[in-house]
């Protein structure tokens, strides 16, 4: 059973950063893949950086890739989102998910993952 802890949300305008973190708890943290998802009003829950559980590999989604930053410290059993330049549409819900993975390896798939956190809101001013 991991447990899943986001915070670091809030307000912000557009072209600054907020910091996402997400505190697992148990003791196997190392061994999933760690995904950010987000999901804004009226949309649908999508996919936006993931992990692999050595840290190795990263993946993101187009919109964020050069402006986002995924990363993870697994002595500390947290997994980070630096997000810079933000702007408007990256308004949502941000969620932080765990897949477990016999490989080291990236999934996109909400539906790989295991467990999921509340959600921490950012907002974005324009």
């Known amino acids: 059973q991991v447990q899943l802890v986001e915070s670091g949300g809030g307000l912000v305008q557009a072209g600054g950063s907020l910091r996402l973190s997400c505190a697992a708890s148990?003791?196997?943290?190392?061994?999933?893949?760690m995904g950010w998802f987000r999901q804004a009003p009226g949309k649908e829950r999508e996919f936006v950086a993931g992990?692999?559980?050595?840290?190795?590999?990263?993946y993101y989604q187009d919109s964020v890739k050069g402006r986002f930053t995924i990363s993870r410290d697994n002595a500390k059993n947290t997994v980070y989102l630096q997000m810079n330049s933000l702007k408007p549409e990256d308004t949502a819900v941000y969620y932080c998910?765990?897949?477990?993975?016999?490989?080291?390896?990236?999934?996109?798939?909400?539906?790989?993952?295991?467990?999921w956190g509340q959600g921490t809101q950012v907002t974005v001013s324009s």
């Open positions: 998910a765990a897949s477990y993975s016999y490989y080291d390896s990236i999934t996109t798939m909400g539906n790989e993952y295991d467990y």
């Open positions: 992990i692999s559980w050595s840290g190795g590999s990263t």
């Open positions: 148990g003791r196997t943290f190392s061994s999933y893949t």
